[in-house]
């Protein structure tokens, strides 16, 4: 399973929200579920560094199964894309 990208380094006592989520892929490769009533949300935390650490706890759990993936998703990036282009 490859990580997600590094994120940059975070001002402290900023509030960068992230969401970790995942769910049996559609085949290996792909990044369309199987099933899209069963995706795992698992929450939104104000840190990358703590959504990874829930991430990778969440990845290594379901290593057996090859079609499992959970993702890390960026939304202060969502929230205001203007930010990210200016620092």
Same mark, same amino acid.
Request: proline residues 9%.
């Given at each position: ?14 509030? %960068? %929200?992230? %969401?970790?989520?995942?769910?049996? =892929?559609?085949?290996?490769? #792909?990044?369309?579920?199987? !099933? %899209?009533?069963?995706? !795992?949300?698992?929450?939104? &935390?104000? !840190? &990358?560094? #703590?959504? /990874?650490?829930?991430?990778?706890? /969440?990845?290594? #759990?379901?290593? !057996?199964?090859? =079609?499992?993936? &959970? &993702? ?6 969502? =929230? ?8």
């Amino acid at each position: 399973m490859t990580p997600p990208p590094t994120a940059p380094a975070e001002p402290p006592g900023k509030q %960068l %929200l992230h %969401l970790v989520f995942g769910g049996e =892929l559609a085949a290996i490769g #792909s990044n369309e579920f199987r !099933d %899209l009533t069963k995706l !795992d949300i698992v929450g939104v &935390y104000p !840190d &990358y560094a #703590s959504a /990874k650490a829930v991430w990778k706890a /969440k990845a290594q #759990s379901t290593v !057996d199964n090859a =079609l499992m993936r &959970y &993702y890390v998703v960026h939304l202060h990036r969502l =929230l205001d894309p203007d930010e990210d282009r200016a620092g």
